[in-house]
């Protein structure tokens, strides 16, 4: 399944920030709880991908200081970053609906 997650993350990550901004270590705890131990992600995978992707322009990052907390950077999808995201769920549904019908006519 690791295979699968890595060249997803992009999508993954997109998605989760298309619900509400987050910031880095809550990304990777959302994954984490979401899908338990099918797709495992850690901080040294989402960090240099967040960067990535903003510097793409599919994301912004803004600095939160939330009360008796330190500041956290809160990333947030672009209309660019939706377009992508967009364009990727398309391409696995057709990926998806392919292999189901391959698998599906295997006795």
Known sequence: MTELTKGNTTTIILALL????MYGYQIVKQMND??????????GTVYPLL???????????????????RARKYYELTADGEKVL??????????????????????
């Open 86 to 107: 967009e364009r990727s769920i398309s391409r696995w549904r057709r990926f998806s609906s392919a292999l189901d019908s391959l698998i599906g006519s295997t006795p």
């Open 18 to 21: 298309r619900m509400e901004s």
């Open 34 to 43: 979401r899908h338990m131990d099918i797709m495992q992600m850690n901080e």
């Open 51 to 69: 960067h990535n992707l903003e510097r793409q322009g599919l994301v912004t990052g803004k600095w939160r200081r939330v009360e008796h907390q």
